[in-house]
Structure formats: C-alpha cells, structure tokens
C-alpha cells in the first residue's frame, strides 16, 4: 500500500491511496470536507462524498502526468516504471504542478 497527501493551494485536502494496481481510493480530509470555503480538489472528484474508490488512478490524478517523450525520460532518471502511474506522480507532482493540486509521498513506516 502506498498513500499521498493531497494539497489543493497548499491546504491538506486529503489522501489518496494505492491499495494494490487495481485498488485506488481518495478520501478528503474531514477538515476539509466540512469546510465549505474550500472547493473540491476537482470536478470529477467533489465534495458530496467523503471517500471514492476506483480500479484505476483517477484519472484527475493521472492526468497530472507527462506523457510521450517526458513520461519516458521521467521513468528513465527516475527509475521508475513507466506503467507505475503512482510512483510517477508521487515522484513527480510534489511542487512546480499544473494547477492548484500538489502531492506529498507519505514514507511507509
């Protein structure tokens, strides 16, 4: 199992979490779910629930990632597969991202 923070303008939103490669779940933080200044950290994922689950990252989340040639020279410096979608965004998304959302990698213990 592997988790990240999420932060939507560097507020904790909440955690999203790989369960296995089929297993994806993203629960907003109670904080911020009941908070009602906040807005959802995106239209495919708003705030009417508290958690989703998913067999494939969603695709919010995936869509953060390069692709083509930028994806595949990320994989190569990094070490990272280039189908571990995960790992590239725990890898890659953590400042300097595309919009109001950035991840934090938390270390499993």
Same mark, same amino acid.
């Given at each position: 199992m592997r *988790?990240? @923070?999420i932060?939507? $303008?560097g507020i904790f939103a909440g955690h999203l979490i790989e369960e296995n490669r089929t297993q994806y779940i993203f629960r907003y933080d109670e904080r911020y779910y009941i908070n009602d200044t /906040?807005?959802?950290v995106s239209l495919?994922?708003?705030? %009417?629930q508290? @958690? /989703?689950? *998913? @067999? =494939?990252?969603?695709?919010? =989340? =995936? $869509?953060?990632l390069s692709e083509g040639v $930028?994806? @595949?020279?990320?994989s190569i410096q990094l070490k990272i597969d280039e189908e571990d979608h995960f790992g590239l965004l725990a890898? %890659?998304?953590?400042?300097? *991202?595309?919009?109001?959302? %950035?991840? $934090?990698p938390i270390s499993e213990e």
């Open positions: *988790s990240l @923070e932060y939507r $303008n /906040y807005p959802a495919t994922l708003p705030k %009417t508290q @958690e /989703y689950q *998913s @067999e =494939f990252l969603f695709p919010f =989340f =995936f $869509n953060m $930028n994806r @595949e020279l990320q890898a %890659t998304a953590q400042v300097d *991202s595309i919009g109001a959302v %950035t991840v $934090n």
